[in-house]
T-cell receptor
Framework: QQQVKQSPQSLIVQKGGISIINCAYE??????FPWYQQFPGKGPALLIA?????SEKKEGRFTISFNKSAKQFSLHIMDSQPGDSATYFC??????????FGKGTRLHILP | KAGVTQTPRYLIKTRGQQVTLSCSPI?????VSWYQQTPGQGLQFLFE???????NKGNFPGRFSGRQFSNSRSEMNVSTLELGDSALYLC???????????????FGPGTRLTVL
């Protein structure tokens, strides 16, 4: 019940295309869902986060879609650029609880 | 504002030894969390400290311990190292005072530990 399942493990997208990464969780107590971006040799950096009271959040080219009833959330990267090539992690947490990360998606944007 | 710093960046140890890793949070941040990152298990939460108290703990054996000092700097110790402890150990800091992980966490670059 503490798992966060992330898919796909790796993704190749053409420049200008849309990258979509999906995550699913089971614990209904989770109330905070961040996405992190990690470049080689660096620590993860918060990209965008959502709480379950909204179904979508957009920041620039990055959008989180959240489906509370299905216990799923996804990251959409519009107009994907080579500089977006990185590993992306979804996570879920709740107040006074641990944070659980997905296994990560290695995204490669073809120039 | 300086980011989260971790020292050392790289470490090589042998089985049975112990190791201490250090983390300096962003100035003003009072919460420090530690994570283990491996290719197989991904990113796993170790523990979180706030105001020198361990506030949260992940599912790791007692060989993994930590502490936080009055200036919010934190250290993590692993005793009796095993080959499986080889990993990137990440530290993150946040301003949160309410517990949980709902404030933005800022990660350091990590310490790459290799156990031979």
């Amino acid at each position: 019940q503490q798992q966060v399942k992330q898919s796909p493990q790796s993704l190749i997208v053409q420049k200008g295309g849309i990258s979509i990464i999906n995550c699913a969780y089971e614990n209904t107590a989770f109330d905070y869902f961040p996405w992190y971006q990690q470049f080689p040799g660096k620590g993860p950096a918060l990209l965008i986060a959502i709480r379950p009271d909204v179904s979508e959040k957009k920041e620039g080219r990055f959008t989180i879609s959240f489906n509370k009833s299905a216990k799923q959330f996804s990251l959409h990267i519009m107009d994907s650029q080579p500089g977006d090539s990185a590993t992306y992690f979804c996570a879920a947490s709740s107040q006074d609880d641990k944070i659980i990360f997905g296994k990560g998606t290695r995204l490669h944007i073809l120039p | 504002k300086a980011g989260v710093t971790q020292t050392p960046r790289y470490l090589i140890k042998t089985r049975g030894q112990q190791v201490t890793l250090s983390c300096s949070p962003i100035s003003g941040h009072r919460s420090v969390s530690w994570y283990q990152q491996t290719p197989g298990q991904g990113l796993q939460f170790l523990f979180e400290y706030f105001s020198e108290t361990q506030r949260n703990k992940g599912n790791f054996p007692g060989r993994f311990s930590g502490r936080q000092f009055s200036n919010s700097r934190s250290e993590m110790n692993v005793s009796t190292l095993e080959l499986g402890d080889s990993a990137l150990y990440l530290c993150a800091s946040s301003q949160t005072s309410t517990g949980g992980f709902t404030d933005t966490q800022y990660f350091g670059p990590g310490t790459r530990l290799t156990v031979l």
